[in-house]
């Protein structure tokens, strides 16, 4: 079992750029599988980006490809999500979450964290 802590969300405007950061507690964060996912308001939780154990290889929704950037820092124990060109739209709660293989499906992740929210104005 994992502790996943986010950081990072705020409010910003359209275009803007943020950077969401999830620190994972124990020593064995390297042998877990990393995703971020988000939920807004009244709609089902989605899938956002994934990343691999040694960060060699990584997913994207469609609607996020091109625009964010997932990476992680085994030495820190961090999974960073890197969020350009935001937009509205992607006005949500993101959550990171930790597995022991690499799945775009949350129900693959059984470690979460609380969420940080993300609202992006117009």
């Known amino acids: 079992q994992v502790q996943l802590e986010e950081s990072g969300g705020g409010l910003v405007q359209a275009g803007d750029s943020l950077r969401l950061a999830c620190a994972a507690s124990?020593?064995?964060?390297?042998?877990?599988?990393m995703g971020w996912f988000r939920q807004a308001p009244g709609k089902e939780r989605e899938f956002v980006a994934a990343i691999t154990q040694s960060g060699a290889r990584t997913s994207y929704a469609d609607s996020v490809k091109g625009r964010f950037t997932i990476s992680r820092d085994n030495a820190k124990n961090t999974v960073y999500l890197q969020m350009t060109s935001l937009k509205p739209e992607d006005t949500a709660v993101y959550s990171c979450?930790?597995?022991?293989?690499?799945?775009?499906?949350?129900?693959?992740?059984?470690?979460w964290g609380q969420g940080t929210q993300v609202t992006v104005s117009s």
């Open positions: 124990g020593r064995t964060f390297s042998t877990y599988a």
């Open positions: 979450a930790a597995s022991t293989r690499y799945s775009t499906s949350p129900s693959s992740y059984g470690d």
